[in-house]
Protein backbone atom coordinates (compact mmCIF):
# COMPACT_ATOMS: atom_id res chain seq x y z
CA UNK A 1 0.00 0.00 0.00
CA UNK A 2 0.60 3.69 -0.56
CA UNK A 3 -0.73 6.51 1.05
CA UNK A 4 0.12 10.11 -0.64
CA UNK A 5 -0.98 13.32 0.48
CA UNK A 6 -0.52 16.61 -1.47
CA UNK A 7 0.23 20.09 0.18
CA UNK A 8 1.56 23.35 -1.07
CA UNK A 9 -1.78 24.63 -2.99
CA UNK A 10 -3.50 27.76 -2.57
CA UNK A 11 -4.56 31.30 -4.39
CA UNK A 12 -1.70 32.86 -6.40
CA UNK A 13 -2.23 35.39 -9.08
CA UNK A 14 -1.57 35.33 -12.85
CA UNK A 15 1.95 35.36 -13.73
CA UNK A 16 3.17 33.62 -10.10
CA UNK A 17 4.32 30.47 -9.00
CA UNK A 18 3.39 27.35 -6.54
CA UNK A 19 5.03 24.49 -5.56
CA UNK A 20 2.93 21.44 -4.37
CA UNK A 21 4.29 18.49 -2.71
CA UNK A 22 3.54 15.01 -2.49
CA UNK A 23 4.54 12.80 1.01
CA UNK A 24 4.04 9.00 0.16
CA UNK A 25 3.80 6.66 3.08
CA UNK A 26 5.42 3.27 2.55
CA UNK A 27 9.30 2.13 1.56
CA UNK A 28 7.80 1.26 -1.66
CA UNK A 29 7.06 4.29 -3.42
CA UNK A 30 10.72 4.76 -4.71
CA UNK A 31 9.86 1.95 -6.95
CA UNK A 32 6.68 3.60 -8.43
CA UNK A 33 6.04 6.31 -11.33
CA UNK A 34 4.68 9.12 -9.76
CA UNK A 35 2.07 11.31 -11.93
CA UNK A 36 0.38 14.88 -11.09
CA UNK A 37 -3.24 15.40 -12.47
CA UNK A 38 -5.73 17.96 -12.15
CA UNK A 39 -9.22 18.53 -12.39
CA UNK A 40 -11.19 21.70 -12.64
CA UNK A 41 -14.89 22.43 -11.89
CA UNK A 42 -17.27 20.74 -14.61
CA UNK A 43 -14.04 19.12 -16.30
CA UNK A 44 -12.58 16.34 -16.92
CA UNK A 45 -9.65 15.11 -14.78
CA UNK A 46 -6.40 16.11 -17.07
CA UNK A 47 -2.93 14.69 -17.00
CA UNK A 48 0.08 17.17 -16.00
CA UNK A 49 3.14 15.82 -15.48
CA UNK A 50 4.57 12.59 -14.71
CA UNK A 51 8.15 11.53 -13.76
CA UNK A 52 9.36 7.88 -13.78
CA UNK A 53 10.41 5.96 -10.31
CA UNK A 54 14.13 6.36 -11.24
CA UNK A 55 13.72 10.51 -12.15
CA UNK A 56 15.14 9.24 -15.83
CA UNK A 57 12.15 9.80 -17.68
CA UNK A 58 9.72 13.12 -16.88
CA UNK A 59 6.66 14.06 -19.34
CA UNK A 60 4.18 16.74 -19.44
CA UNK A 61 0.93 17.72 -20.43
CA UNK A 62 1.03 20.22 -23.83
CA UNK A 63 -0.54 23.34 -21.43
CA UNK A 64 1.82 23.36 -18.98
CA UNK A 65 5.08 22.37 -21.03
CA UNK A 66 7.90 25.10 -20.35
CA UNK A 67 6.08 26.38 -17.44
CA UNK A 68 6.01 23.44 -14.69
CA UNK A 69 8.61 20.85 -13.45
CA UNK A 70 8.43 17.60 -11.65
CA UNK A 71 10.67 15.84 -9.52
CA UNK A 72 10.81 13.43 -6.51
CA UNK A 73 13.54 12.73 -3.93
CA UNK A 74 13.01 9.02 -2.68
CA UNK A 75 14.88 9.38 0.38
CA UNK A 76 12.26 11.52 1.59
CA UNK A 77 9.14 10.12 0.10
CA UNK A 78 8.41 13.40 -1.61
CA UNK A 79 7.39 13.85 -5.00
CA UNK A 80 7.71 18.12 -6.46
CA UNK A 81 5.46 19.81 -8.80
CA UNK A 82 7.05 23.28 -9.30
CA UNK A 83 4.66 25.72 -11.44
CA UNK A 84 5.89 28.78 -12.96
CA UNK A 85 4.34 31.33 -14.56
CA UNK A 86 0.70 30.58 -13.73
CA UNK A 87 -2.62 31.67 -15.12
CA UNK A 88 -6.19 30.96 -14.15
CA UNK A 89 -6.71 27.99 -16.63
CA UNK A 90 -4.45 26.01 -14.00
CA UNK A 91 -7.29 26.82 -11.42
CA UNK A 92 -8.09 22.74 -10.38
CA UNK A 93 -7.72 20.21 -7.42
CA UNK A 94 -4.22 18.70 -8.18
CA UNK A 95 -3.86 14.93 -7.32
CA UNK A 96 -0.52 13.15 -6.71
CA UNK A 97 -0.79 9.88 -8.05
CA UNK A 98 1.44 6.68 -7.91
CA UNK A 99 1.74 3.73 -10.75
CA UNK A 100 3.33 0.09 -9.79
CA UNK A 101 3.64 -0.69 -13.43
CA UNK A 102 5.44 0.64 -16.64
CA UNK A 103 2.52 1.92 -18.31
CA UNK A 104 2.00 4.96 -20.02
CA UNK A 105 2.81 7.94 -17.86
CA UNK A 106 -0.21 9.90 -19.27
CA UNK A 107 -3.09 7.28 -18.65
CA UNK A 108 -5.12 7.47 -15.80
CA UNK A 109 -5.71 4.25 -15.29
CA UNK A 110 -1.74 3.22 -14.61
CA UNK A 111 -2.06 5.00 -11.18
CA UNK A 112 -2.96 2.54 -8.72
CA UNK A 113 -2.67 5.39 -5.85
CA UNK A 114 -4.26 8.28 -5.73
CA UNK A 115 -3.74 11.72 -2.93
CA UNK A 116 -6.36 13.84 -1.19
CA UNK A 117 -6.01 16.98 -3.45
CA UNK A 118 -5.17 20.07 -2.94
CA UNK A 119 -6.74 23.30 -4.39
CA UNK A 120 -5.24 25.83 -6.68
CA UNK A 121 -6.67 28.84 -7.69
CA UNK A 122 -5.28 31.67 -9.82
CA UNK A 123 -6.41 35.04 -10.43
CA UNK A 124 -6.28 36.94 -13.38
Known amino acids: QVQLVESGGGLVQAGGSLRLSCAAS????????MGWFRQAPGKDREFVAAVTWNGETTDYGDSVKGRFTISRDNVKNTGYLQMNNLNPEDTGVYYC?????????????????WGQGTQVTVSS
Open 26 to 33: GRTFRSYD
Open 97 to 113: AASPGDGNLWYRDAYEY
